[in-house]
């Protein structure tokens, strides 16, 4: 079982800031910025090469939830980052986006 798959089963603890019968949020780990959290589906999807027809629709309910969850946080202006695959850095072979906000960020991506 991946590490988010894990954390979503409540074997490996985390600070979680929303969730629902589809999707878990939760704080970083390891932040870079006052604001960062990591929402992840609770059906596993390796990645985002992996999304199809019959579960995207974790992925609709991901982007219908992020405003709530970051005005829950205490932010309106934020980054949404997905890594997909291990060139672009993507470390957990389960699908995640990243809510970073918090700090004035430049418009360079990398």
Known sequence: MCIFCEIIAGNIPSTKVYEDDMI????????VAPVHIIVVPKEHIESAAD????????????FEKLP??????????YR???????????TVKHLH????GGVKMGEKII
């Open 68 to 77: 709530e969850i970051a005005k829950s946080q205490g932010i309106e202006s």
């Open 97 to 100: 986006f990243h809510l970073v």
């Open 51 to 62: 999304i199809n027809e019959s579960n995207s629709k974790y992925v609709a309910h991901i």
């Open 80 to 90: 949404i980052i997905n890594n997909c695959g291990e060139d672009a850095g993507q």
């Open 24 to 31: 878990l949020a939760f704080k970083d780990i390891n932040p």
